[in-house]
């Protein structure tokens, strides 16, 4: 793969200073931050690999180093061996520049609030969503005084070309009404609806669409932002990225996907499913094409089983139709719009959600905590639906993150054990997305977990 050996950039609209102590955190050589600092660049860098493997990606780029300079009027950052497609003609391209000192925004940020001035709360529940809240409003993505208009877009990146131009058709209807894209900033159902709300909003002359990505550490190393991201978002990890989707969301849609699909579903349905948010507004969509309405018949079926049909209420599946997939988002935003308006609620960030802690803490995805889930039907649903949430993240974990991919190779696969039907349905759920090729880019995939009765 080719590369570019030198290369000097500067902040291109933003984050012209750091203090002296800030760069000395991130470039202290034994210091986490800068080999997070590091890895998350090189997968800013990599912008439109499909690449999905985080070892390989680190191997190819060994010799690749990143350093903070510090000058009187500014910073700049200099590049080693970085993929020569971030350049174009000796200078790197602008959408990739600007993702790059989001990175570094983000890792700063989080790093000093949280390890060096103590100043995130990451033990109470109302702590968290006030740090979610702080990185957002960092990055610019938390807008006050902007009506409703932000569809949360999921799906795998693990996606045949059928359903990859699905995604588009449903993105462009959306940026026809004016509604905001963001997704986890992938590629496959994450890139698709953004290129077809590009297309739907420059036909309609709009020229400040959104489209925002969402992401942490783990992810971004192996899913690299894709071109058309010009809003992007580094969360500290899997949990706090889900709250952020949830309250920016205005409406969510679901395309198909894996394991990382099917856990952000877990998450979504399980939170709906509390008590506490009984009167909470949010339109969602399940849609895929003829040719893969199957897939939400498996997940459906896993969901009435798991959590009891009472949790199909909060979404409605919609195949082959992106012009009424995108009429049902838009009257669902709307909707939301009213209530908020009515109740003075905050249209950029749903503070009313309520997040238990179970959906908040960090899981590690350790062959221990894996083993110890309670995937028993013996209690409330959104609490079951709480530890499946946990279940898929060790699975994503296993399949695609650096930190899961090495325990897997030292310690054999994850094991799940659990309710016998449960874990049988699960069984199916996980052979349906194998079949489908839905867990892997390239290659066979050899499972990263093992199922027990």
């Not at 800030?22 to 998350?40: A, H, K, P, Q």
């Not at 030292?410 to 867990?439: C, H, T, W």
Request: glycine content about 8%; proline content about 4%.
């Amino acid at each position: 793969m080719k590369k570019v050996a030198h290369a000097f950039i500067r902040p291109a609209s933003s984050l012209n200073f750091l203090s002296h102590r800030e760069i000395e955190g991130v470039m202290n050589s034994e210091n986490y931050t800068y080999d997070l600092f590091r890895e998350c660049a090189l997968a800013v860098l990599n912008t439109g690999s499909e690449e999905d493997d985080a070892e390989i990606i680190a191997n190819t780029f060994k010799d690749f180093d990143i350093q903070i300079i510090s000058q009187s009027r500014g910073i700049k950052l200099e590049i080693i061996n970085a993929p020569a497609s971030a350049f174009v003609d000796g200078k790197m391209i602008r959408g990739i520049q600007e993702h790059l000192f989001a990175v570094l925004r983000d890792i700063v940020f989080t790093h000093h609030k949280m390890s060096i001035n103590g100043r995130f709360d990451f033990e109470s529940t109302d702590g968290i969503t006030d740090a979610v809240f702080r990185v957002l409003r960092n990055a610019g993505i938390v807008q006050a005084d902007i009506k409703p208009h932000v569809v949360v877009c999921w799906g795998g990146h693990s996606i045949p070309r059928h359903e990859y131009d699905y995604t588009k058709q449903v993105g462009y209807e959306l940026g026809l009404r004016n509604l905001a894209i963001a997704t986890g900033c992938g590629i496959g159902a994450m890139k698709g609806p953004m290129k077809g709300a590009v297309v739907g909003h420059g036909k309609q002359q709009i020229r400040n669409g959104r489209y925002i990505g969402i992401t942490e550490p783990g992810i971004i190393a192996s899913e690299s932002p894709n071109p058309t991201v010009n809003e992007l978002v580094i969360l500290p990890d899997i949990e706090k990225r889900l709250e952020a989707f949830v309250r920016l969301a205005h409406g969510i849609i679901v395309f198909p996907g894996g394991a990382g699909t099917a856990e952000e579903v877990l998450y979504l349905i399980g939170l709906l499913m509390h008590p506490d948010n009984k009167n909470i507004k949010m339109p969602i969509v399940f849609s895929a094409s003829k040719k893969s309405e199957d897939y939400f018949k498996s997940l459906d079926d896993f969901i009435r089983f798991s959590l009891g049909d009472k949790a199909t209420q909060y979404y409605e599946i919609i195949i082959d139709d992106p012009q009424h997939v995108a009429q049902t988002l838009k009257k669902g935003v709307d909707k939301v719009h009213r209530h908020r308006r009515k109740h003075s609620e905050s249209y950029a960030y749903n503070w009313r959600l309520k997040i238990p802690s179970a959906f908040q803490q960090p899981f590690e995805p350790t062959h221990e905590n894996m083993l110890g889930l309670n995937l028993y039907r013996n209690q409330e649903s959104h609490e079951l639906a709480a530890e499946l949430r946990r279940a898929f993240s060790g699975i994503v974990a296993g399949n695609v993150k650096a930190d899961g991919i090495k325990r897997i190779k030292q310690q054999g696969p994850y094991q799940l054990k659990g309710d016998a039907e449960l874990i049988k349905a699960l069984e199916n759920l996980l052979l349906s997305f194998v079949k489908q090729r839905r867990m892997k880019l390239k290659g066979e995939y050899k499972p990263c977990y093992e199922l027990l009765m």
